[in-house]
């Protein structure tokens, strides 16, 4: 159990761990891309707006009314506006018909007239474009006049799509370093950070199976001697009282036990099942039980229906599941028992009416001692156990288990694998 609980805790901070350390690198390589980006976009249309030329901050500074620092195409930051005079463009210019009559390549030594005329006859076959170009190698923008002349201006991004990938490698690389450096502290330490959970929890399931036994035998003393009561005196309804909650309690300390019992390490034996036997051999061992009860077992189980799985642990599921349906179904309405193939799982189900069924999360029902309505859990003798116990069974088993509700219809639903690993014993650990 510690080494299975070891694992688990180690795997869910390592996946932590994993996860905030990726949100971090897409986080930081994403505001890089976009800020690097923003600023490329901002100098392109500064260039397309001065006709295909960086426009020179002294004119800038002389020409416009406002300080350069202050004119809305310029940022107040610095490093901004040095970025401007780093890019590296070309552009060309064509008339009205389309002819290209003007290209600029004084700002970029990587493109020839010849490349430059290429791509720019490849964008203006286009509509306004405005987009990367030749992968990332370019960020691109067309822009077209009113007399039907274009600009096509081409700022290199190269050099920013390289500095991406470095930043990406190096952050890739620190973050994997760090998440393999804090695997490996997780691993060393889990062990002795879930000892003390699992010490407390033995202890728990320790005390429950040894007060369990001890009650035993003051409950046997008093029911022996409450019959001797009723010998000697007469049955009276206070000697029946105590009777049948000495039995009660004693049903509710069996149940404890297997509780506790399998909270430690209790062994299921699996072995090659036929459920189809084992489900009408239940159908007809209750169905005397419902029809006593007025409540008429319906059974309907498929042929060949075989499983890999413990007979007993099976056996005291189904039990469960049918005893619960007799105690809160419906008066003289029908109890469904099915069994049928779907898809890769078996499925086991349980069906009754109720008068009053059970409201909101259903997967309550399956916590130890829940009981959605005390009063009527008192009529019926329940002990809230019953359904932790279905559930331990169909876990131990790699199934699933679940209620649902209809109207008055109540359905117990058993979903168990129909391929289940082969293996001796399984220690069930909670």
């Known amino acids: 159990m510690l080494k299975k609980l070891s694992f688990r805790f180690s795997a869910a901070a390592i996946g932590s761990l994993f996860f905030i350390e990726l949100v971090m690198i897409l986080f930081i390589n994403g505001m890089n891309y976009f800020t690097t980006l923003n600023q ?55 008339d009205g018909r389309g002819t290209i009559y003007a290209v600029n390549t004084g700002n970029i030594v990587t493109v020839s007239q010849d490349m430059a005329i290429l791509f720019s006859e490849d964008v203006f076959s286009r509509e306004d474009f405005r987009g990367f170009y030749n992968g990332m190698d370019f960020r691109c923008q067309v822009k ?62 320790r005390f429950i199976t040894d007060a369990g036994h001890e009650l035993k035998t003051p409950l046997a003393i008093i029911r022996a001697n409450t019959e001797v009561i009723e010998m000697t005196s007469g049955e009276s309804e206070w000697t029946r009282s105590t009777i049948n909650q000495t039995d009660r309690l004693n049903d509710l300390l069996q149940r404890m036990l297997m509780l506790a019992k399998s909270s430690e390490s209790s062994s299921f034996s699996f072995a090659e099942l036929d459920l189809t036997a084992l489900a009408r051999k239940l159908a ?30 099976l056996d005291m599921l189904l039990s469960t599941l049918l005893e619960n349906a007799v105690k809160y179904g419906k008066a003289e309405s029908p109890i469904g028992l099915s069994l049928k193939e779907s898809g890769k799982h078996l499925t086991l189900a349980v069906t009754n009416l109720c008068s009053d069924p059970p409201q909101g999360d259903t997967r309550l029902l399956f916590d130890r001692f829940y009981r959605g309505d005390s009063s009527r859990t008192r009529e019926t003798g329940g002990s809230g156990i019953g359904l932790s116990i279905a559930k331990m069974i169909t876990e131990a088993h790699k199934g699933k288990i679940a209620c649902e509700v209809e109207g008055e219809r109540v359905t117990f639903m058993v979903r168990l694998p129909k391929e289940h690993k082969k293996q001796e014993t399984s220690h069930i650990a909670k």
């Open 144 to 205: 077209t006049y009113s007399d039907g002349s274009r600009l096509a201006v081409f700022c290199d991004f190269s050099t920013a799509a390289q500095n991406f990938q470095s930043v990406f490698k190096i952050s890739a690389t620190i973050s994997l370093g760090l998440l393999a450096v804090f695997s490996v502290l997780i691993v060393l330490l889990s062990k002795r950070v879930v000892k003390p959970v699992i010490e407390n929890q033995e202890k728990q399931a």
């Open 284 to 313: 007809d061992d209750f169905e005397t039980y419902c029809t006593a009860e007025n409540k008429p077992l319906e059974a309907d189980i498929a042929e060949g229906m075989t499983v890999n799985g413990d007979a007993k642990m």
């Open 40 to 94: 490329t976009d901002e100098t392109l249309s500064l260039i397309v707006e001065n006709g295909g030329r960086l426009p020179d901050m002294k004119d800038f500074f002389f020409d416009s009314q406002l300080p350069a620092s202050r004119d809305p195409r310029f940022s107040d930051n610095r490093a901004d506006r040095e970025f401007r005079y780093t890019m590296r463009y070309f552009s060309a210019v064509t």
